[in-house]
C-alpha cells in the first residue's frame, strides 16, 4: 500500500458525460501528479501541483483540469468524454517536485479506471 | 520535445542479472533519472533514482554516464517475481515546464 488513495476505482460513462476523479495524497506529500495509462500511448503526465499551486503541465487536453485544495487532495475533471478517454488514470504524490528534488521519489495510487461508452 | 527510448522486452532466467536502457536524448539539465517497476493493475512502484555516475540500493543499480543521455537500470540474479514492466522517467529539457516524461516500458519476463 503506497498510502495513496483514489476514488473512484471504476468509472463507466458515456460520450459527452462529465466525471471527476480524486486523489488523496500521502501524508506530509506536498506534490500532486495526474498520468494518463492506456495501452496506445503508455504513462502520459497531465499535471503536477504543489502545496495549491499548478508546477508543471504535460499533454493534459483542454477539456481536462485540476486542481489541488488546500487540504492537499486533489481532483482531475474529464469533461466532453470521448471514447478515447478510456484509460487508467493514475495518482501520484511526493515530498518534493518531480526532477530536480531528491526527495521526488513518486508514490502512486491503485488508479482509476475509466471506461467511456 | 525530449524523447525516451526503452526495448519493448527482455526476457531472462532466474538469477541471471538483467540490465534495461533508457535513452533520453534531451533530459533536464538539473533532473533526477527515476526507474519505476509496474505489475498488471497496479500502478507503478519506485525502484531508484539518480542524477549521475553509480547509484546502488538494496533491490537495483542505476549507472548514468556523464553526458546523461541514457541510463541503465540493472537487477542482479533476477527472480520469477521480477516479471514486471519497468519504466524510466526523465523531465523534458527541451521545454523547461517541468513536463516530464515516462518511457515507453520494458517488460521483463524471468523464466525459470
Known amino acids: 500500500d503506497s498510502g495513496v488513495t483514489q476514488t473512484p476505482k471504476h468509472l463507466i460513462t458515456a460520450t459527452g458525460q462529465r466525471v471527476t476523479l480524486r486523489c488523496s495524497p500521502r501524508?506530509?506529500?506536498?506534490?500532486v501528479y495526474w498520468y494518463q495509462q492506456s495501452l496506445d500511448q503508455g504513462l502520459q503526465f497531465l499535471i503536477q501541483?504543489?502545496?495549491?499551486?499548478?508546477?508543471a503541465k504535460g499533454n493534459i487536453l483542454e477539456r481536462f483540469s485540476a486542481q489541488q485544495f488546500p487540504d492537499l487532495h486533489s481532483e482531475l475533471n474529464l469533461s466532453s468524454l470521448e471514447l478515447g478517454d478510456s484509460a487508467l488514470y493514475f495518482c501520484a504524490s511526493s515530498v518534493g517536485v518531480a526532477g530536480g528534488d531528491p526527495s521526488s521519489e513518486q508514490y502512486f495510487g491503485p488508479g482509476t479506471r475509466l471506461t467511456v461508452t | 520535445l525530449a524523447k525516451t527510448t526503452q526495448p519493448i522486452s527482455m526476457d531472462s532466467y532466474e538469477g541471471q542479472e538483467v540490465n534495461i536502457t533508457c535513452s533520453h536524448n534531451n533530459i533536464a539539465t538539473n533532473d533526477y533519472i527515476t526507474w519505476y517497476q509496474q505489475f498488471p493493475s497496479q500502478g507503478p512502484r519506485f525502484i531508484i533514482q539518480?542524477?549521475?555516475t553509480k547509484v546502488t540500493n538494496e533491490v537495483a543499480s542505476l549507472f548514468i554516464p556523464a553526458d546523461r543521455k541514457s541510463s541503465t537500470l540493472s537487477l542482479p540474479r533476477v527472480s520469477l517475481s521480477d516479471t514486471a514492466v519497468y519504466y524510466c522517467?526523465?523531465?523534458?529539457?527541451?521545454?523547461?515546464?517541468?513536463?516530464?516524461?515516462f518511457g515507453q516500458g520494458t517488460t521483463l519476463q524471468v523464466k525459470p
Open positions: 539518480g542524477y549521475k
Open positions: 501541483y504543489y502545496n495549491g499551486e499548478e508546477r
Open positions: 522517467l526523465v523531465g523534458d529539457g527541451s521545454s523547461n515546464t517541468g513536463k516530464l516524461i
Open positions: 501524508s506530509g506529500d506536498l506534490s
